[in-house]
């Protein structure tokens, strides 16, 4: 599912400097609040935490940074397909 999130996303074609804009300083458009509310619901989950705890699991601290990172990076990345097809 992330993945089809992330090529759709890819598909769509934003427009790259208004994407990151927009992450620096968020902005809802009129009209949007329901759209906004439900996309942060559904995205901002604690799967991360679960996965990169079970990555962690019998690892030195070096291994579980590197899981941690890897967790919480490619779920901020799926996050942010997501919001960029919503």
């Known amino acids: 599912m992330g993945l089809v999130f992330l090529v759709t996303a890819v598909r769509l074609g934003p427009d790259l400097v208004a994407l990151f804009s927009g992450l620096l300083v968020p902005r809802i458009p009129p009209g949007g609040t329901v759209l906004v509310l439900g ?48």
Not at 51 to 80: K, T
């Open 39 to 86: 996309l942060v619901g559904t995205t901002v989950v604690p799967d991360n935490l679960f996965l990169g705890s079970a990555l962690a699991r019998d690892n030195g601290v070096g291994e579980m940074r590197w899981g941690l990172a890897l967790a919480v990076g490619g779920g901020g990345l799926i996050s942010l397909a997501v919001f960029v097809v919503g």
